[in-house]
């Protein structure tokens, strides 16, 4: 099993291609979407990154996949404007997940 990434801006794409992950920039909801249903259904991804940007375009269809889909693993990563609080990210995944408010 592989990552891929999807992100919003070349610097991200090309930190991560010097660690190997492969990936794609995107930036309008269509092509976020695309990439990330072409991601979901190659097999021998197991892990795709998305930028924080990107994942605010499709909110609600990023966390549903999340939510429902054993595969791949979705990971929201912070860009290189880093707005988001990954402890607030979690609390909701848990309450959105099981009911449970932290």
Do not use: C, W
Not at 31 to 57: C, F, H, P
Not at 90 to 97: E, F, W
């Amino acid at each position: 099993m592989r990552f891929f990434l999807i992100s919003d801006n070349t610097d991200t794409q090309m930190g991560m291609r010097l660690a190997g992950i492969e990936g794609i920039v995107v930036n309008k909801p269509g092509e976020v979407r695309e990439a990330l249903y072409t991601a979901i259904a190659d097999n021998s991804i197991g892990v795709v990154l998305l930028t924080e940007k990107l994942v605010s375009l499709l909110k609600d269809e990023v966390y549903n996949l999340k939510l429902n889909n054993p595969k791949p693993l979705i990971v929201e990563i912070p860009d290189r404007h880093g707005t988001s609080s990954i402890s607030a990210s979690i609390d909701g995944y848990v309450r959105d997940a099981i009911g449970l408010k932290l």
